[in-house]
Nanobody, 124 residues
Framework: QVLLVESGGGVVQAGASLRLSCTAS????????VGWFRQAPGKEREFVAG????????EYADSVKGRFTISRDNVKSTVYLQMNSLKPEDTAVYFC?????????????????WGQGTQVTVSS
């Protein structure tokens, strides 16, 4: 089992940058694929970005390609989401999630462990 804690959210103006962190407990974090998701008010949760357990593969939603970068440091048991050129439509609660499942792409697989979320608000 792994416990996930997100941090780094905040209120910024359009065009600014933020870096979210997802820090995990447990010594086996390096075995987990990790995804970032977001949920805006009144909308369904959506996939944002994912990274494989050794960092060799990444996947992004079309809406964030070229602006967001996911990375991980398995020594620190942390996955990062660097968000640049933020837009008001990026406003949401951002969650990280972890999966040991081998079936499915990073955006489609089932994630079993979730953090509590961190709020990102982008003003125009």
């Amino acid at each position: 089992q792994v416990l996930l804690v997100e941090s780094g959210g905040g209120v910024v103006q359009a065009g600014a940058s933020l870096r979210l962190s997802c820090t995990a407990s447990g010594r086996t974090f390096s075995r987990y694929d990790v995804g970032w998701f977001r949920q805006a008010p009144g909308k369904e949760r959506e996939f944002v970005a994912g990274i494989s357990y050794i960092g060799g593969s990444t996947e992004y939603a079309d809406s964030v390609k070229g602006r967001f970068t996911i990375s991980r440091d398995n020594v620190k048991s942390t996955v990062y989401l660097q968000m640049n050129s933020l837009k008001p439509e990026d406003t949401a609660v951002y969650f990280c999630a972890a999966s040991l499942r081998v079936i499915g792409t990073l955006s489609k697989k089932v994630y079993d462990y979730w953090g509590q979320g961190t709020q990102v608000t982008v003003s125009s």
